[in-house]
């Protein structure tokens, strides 16, 4: 039999030409097998490969029963915000969240995302300090999913310059807890390119379609209160201030 070809993930790290959708469908229906543990995690983050057909890919998979109760979301549901953070990733067409999707695997149903290969000699202080396309994207990003944890280590540079953000397990919430090492455009105008992103989101959300998406993986008050965070920054189109009630950078910030 001849050996499963690695998917997705080229020499650059990025997702390949191939598309979301064949990863999409590797990491729905593909056979997973854990091969480790990585320990630093909060919750349970199993490091594991995944094979369907001809493709193989490694990939990161959290279960639900390895979640740790929080005092301020709903038990049970952080994988259901990864896979949200996933969605609105697409919908924005910056892909800054790498595939995901929600299934059942070894230890019970949770969350299944491909693995990316990042740039490991990147300087990940400077480049969340610095004034990089890339980065400000994901502060958009992050303003948009209410990201309560956007950590230094949750950076993801590739070789090829694009820069992937992982662990949203923490967001979405409907009271306002941005908390991130981003904060070097806070009160800045807009980029022309965030502005557009947006407003694709804005339709996404005018025709139903996001919507009835994020049903499964969200509640309506969080839903609503997404589609407001977006035309709140379409109204006034800057980077949000960070909070006055509420820690504005995550501990560790590592």
Excluded at 31 to 39: F, N, Q, S
Excluded at 62 to 77: A, H, I, M, Q
Excluded at 108 to 136: K, Y
């Amino acid at each position: 039999m001849s050996q499963p070809s690695r998917y997705g993930v080229g020499g650059d790290g990025t997702v390949g030409p191939a598309g979301t959708e064949t990863a999409i469908r590797l990491l729905q229906h593909g056979d997973i097998t854990v091969e480790g543990r990585l320990v630093a995690a909060t919750n349970a983050t199993l490091y594991c490969s995944v094979t369907h057909e001809d493709l193989r890919a490694n990939c990161v998979y959290k279960p639900v029963s390895g979640e740790r109760p929080l005092w301020d979301f709903p038990d049970g549901t952080l994988a259901g915000r990864e896979v949200a953070a996933y969605v609105i990733s697409e919908q924005m067409g910056w892909h800054i969240v790498p595939p995901t999707v929600h299934r059942d695997g070894p230890f019970g149903p949770g969350m299944v995302q491909l693995w990316i290969e990042h740039d490991i000699e990147a300087d990940l202080l400077a480049l969340s300090r610095g004034d990089d396309p890339a980065v400000r994207r994901m502060a958009v990003f992050d303003a948009v999913v209410n990201n309560a944890d956007r950590k230094i280590g949750h950076l993801l540079p590739t070789t090829a310059g694009h820069v992937y953000g992982c662990d949203h397990g923490v967001c979405f919430s409907h009271e306002y807890k941005l908390r991130t090492v981003l904060w070097q455009w806070r009160g800045k105008n807009l980029t022309p390119e965030a502005v557009e992103a947006l407003q694709k989101l804005r339709r996404a959300f005018g025709r139903d379609g996001l919507a009835a998406t994020l049903s499964g993986l969200l509640s309506h008050q969080e839903i609503d209160a997404t589609r407001d965070r977006v035309e709140l920054m379409l109204k006034h189109r800057i980077h949000p201030y960070p909070p006055e009630d509420w820690p504005a950078i995550p501990w560790p910030p590592l």
